[in-house]
């Protein structure tokens, strides 16, 4: 089947891959084994420059826009005296001397962004399967079969693995290998906003420092959502995924000593509405294809949220596959320009959320967090236009 690409797995890079091979000309089927999609899944997503790059290369740009609300100038907050000690000053996309400053420009929930993905791909005619499990595959110079956990089997040209950082496919072509445990656990809940606007003031976004933790939150579905998310360097336990619940008095056991107006904010989480999870990535592999089977998103390159980079690096995949595939006829070529297109980039952007990880859980963020931490060449990409390379 020439003209049919199989997808694993319907997030953010699922999807978006999905969309592209479909605008390439290709039947598109994407199986995800959840039964069916929450609304409510995940937290706040920040959207990067190449994010929305990406969204306009998949003809989304205007939506994305139109969902998604301005991040605005970013106060940097001590975590004892509750005091400003730096202001990020609003991002935009023009380029000065000192390099890009293009860091991100908007944010949303990330169940908006997968839903308009998701509409974006029934729209394009992709089919989407819930409750479907790809668990093995065969192939040969005709093309591949994805195996399904419930016996079923489905034909392709390609099959793209972006079935998360515990990929089945990903286990079948480099082994079943744990992922890198950082010591770091999330906690992430989403508040109406209305339940703390006095604690909030004109603030739509903050981030609180310590010396091994940061509490970011920042208004999301139109200004109505208060999107928070503490990273901690602790020994508390938390399941991989992102449901693992939590109680505001966890997190408050772990911000002890942090000011009053943080610790206000954490006691008013409505109840059952706190998640916690570990902090993993992966070490970087430059074998992502092997012949008619691609890697793609987390399954890909799994890597830590400090440059708050992970979603739009899936993305971009999805756009260079669709470039990749345009290019060349033959799509178990066009997987090997996709390879060579994307390993430098998505390792990079691995190994640099890693090292930026380790500053701010190091111990001494406070005393740095003002410098040039970032590489300002994280987010001065744009996916349609790179070398295909």
């Not at 499990?133 to 079969?145: C, H, I, R, W, Y």
Request: proline residues 5%; glycine residues 10%; negative net charge.
């Amino acid at each position: 089947m020439t003209d049919h690409i199989i997808v694993a797995g319907a997030g953010l890079g699922g999807l978006s891959a999905a969309l592209a091979a479909r605008r390439a000309g290709y039947a598109v089927t994407v199986l995800e084994r959840a039964p069916h999609f929450l609304a409510s899944a995940g937290a706040g997503l920040t959207i990067t420059a190449p994010a929305i790059a990406s969204m306009d290369a998949l003809g989304l740009e205007a939506e994305t826009l139109a969902m998604s609300d301005t991040a605005g100038v970013t106060p940097l907050i001590h975590y004892a005296t509750g005091e400003v000690f730096y202001t990020r000053v609003v991002p935009t996309p023009e380029r000065d001397e000192d390099g890009p400053r293009y860091f991100v420009p908007r944010v949303t929930h990330r169940a908006d962004m997968h839903k308009l993905l998701l509409d974006g791909c029934i729209r394009a005619g992709v089919e989407v399967i819930t409750g479907a499990q790809v668990v093995d595959f065969t192939q040969d110079a005709n093309g591949v079969t994805a195996k399904l956990s419930d016996g079923r089997e489905m034909a392709g040209a390609i099959l793209i693995g972006a079935d998360g950082l515990r990929s089945r496919i990903r286990a079948i072509l480099h082994g079943d290998k744990e992922p890198n445990h950082t010591g770091a656990v999330a906690w992430r809940t989403l508040i109406p906003a209305p339940l703390v606007a006095d604690l909030l003031g004109d603030m739509t976004i903050a981030t609180h420092f310590g010396p091994t933790a940061h509490f970011m939150q920042y208004l999301v579905r139109q200004r109505t959502m208060l999107n928070c998310v503490g990273l901690i360097k602790t020994d508390v336990h938390a399941q991989d995924g992102w449901s693992t619940p939590s109680t505001n008095q966890e997190l408050a056991d772990q911000l002890a000593g942090w000011h009053k107006g943080l610790l206000d904010l954490v006691a008013r989480i409505p109840e059952g509405t706190l998640f916690k999870w570990p902090l993993l990535d992966r070490d970087p592999i430059t074998e992502w294809v092997d012949g008619r089977v691609a890697l793609l998103g987390d399954a890909a390159h799994p890597m830590l949220p400090y440059y708050g980079i992970g979603a739009a690096i899936a993305m971009e995949d999805g756009v260079i596959l669709e470039r990749a595939l345009t290019t060349v006829s033959d799509p178990a070529e066009a997987l090997k320009v996709y390879e060579r297109a994307r390993v430098n980039r998505a390792s990079f952007a691995v190994l640099e959320s890693r090292r930026l990880g380790e500053v701010f859980m190091g111990g001494n963020v406070l005393d740095v967090i003002t410098e040039p931490l970032h590489d300002w060449d994280i987010y001065d990409y744009d996916p349609r236009t790179a070398a295909l390379h």
